[in-house]
């Protein structure tokens, strides 16, 4: 069946370093992708998304391109900040009537100052 | 402002009682859904619904049951046959051509 595979974390960074988080997925034909983040507490907020070969979601500095050719959909950001702490998740959903988003098991950023 | 409303925030649970998580969204979306989540393990979907009157099991449906009676409300009972219910609960909606919306979640625990 369908699957998303996320990288282990917890991730820790210091300020202003570079982050990436890598997802790879298993899906039949040509699913959309998504990032999403949830802060402490909280339900989850669409970061960035992608529906089809080639595109690039971006938002709030986060980008990910959507890599037909290795199923992956990585997250990167130049320069992280403290407040981008928080739990990543990478999904997906197939293109079809009747199907709901599959998560990958989420990683944890932490940022210090 | 429209949104998903989850409540209660936090449930507290006897051994053999059911409890129902409450899931009100006023976005006017169809599809909603139930996803538990637990610490390492990311979210797993339980059950979800396309249109009222009508939903589907999801990857861990056993000892819960839902209902959908009106488009609003998507309502999540745990059953006293959920051996683990200890978890963080979150709903979401989707409407046409929208993304997903995802309530604030609700934590129950078994005490």
């Known amino acids: 069946g369908d699957s998303v595979t996320q990288m282990e974390g917890p991730v820790t960074l210091s300020e202003e370093a570079f982050l990436t988080i890598n997802c790879t997925y298993t899906?039949?034909?040509?699913?959309?992708l998504f990032w999403y983040v949830q802060y402490p507490g909280e339900g989850l907020q669409l970061l960035l998304k992608?529906?089809?070969?080639?595109d690039k979601g971006s938002n709030k500095g986060f980008e990910a391109t959507y890599r037909k050719e290795t199923t992956s959909f990585h997250l990167e950001k130049g320069s992280v900040q403290v407040s981008d702490s928080a739990v990543y998740f990478c999904?997906?959903?197939?293109?079809?009537?009747?199907?709901?988003?599959?998560f990958g098991k989420g990683t944890t950023l932490s940022v210090s100052s | 402002d429209g949104g998903i409303t989850q409540s209660p925030k936090y449930l507290f649970r006897k051994e053999g009682q059911n409890v129902t998580l409450s899931c009100e969204q006023n976005?006017?979306?169809?599809?909603m859904y139930w996803y538990r989540q637990d610490p390492g393990q990311g979210l797993r979907l339980i059950y979800y619904?396309?249109?009222?009157?009508?939903?589907q099991k999801g990857d861990i449906a056993e000892g819960y049951s839902v209902s959908r009676e009106k488009k609003e409300s998507f309502p999540l009972t745990v059953t006293s046959a959920q051996k683990n219910p200890t978890a963080f609960y979150l709903c979401?909606?989707?409407?046409?051509?929208?993304?997903?919306?995802f309530g604030s979640g609700t934590r129950l625990t078994v005490v």
């Open positions: 979401a909606s989707k409407g046409q051509g929208h993304g997903y919306t």
């Open positions: 899906a039949t034909g040509y699913p959309s």
């Open positions: 992608a529906t089809k070969a080639d």
């Open positions: 999904a997906l959903i197939r293109n079809q009537a009747g199907t709901a988003l599959i």
């Open positions: 976005l006017n979306h169809d599809a």
């Open positions: 619904s396309q249109i009222v009157n009508d939903f």
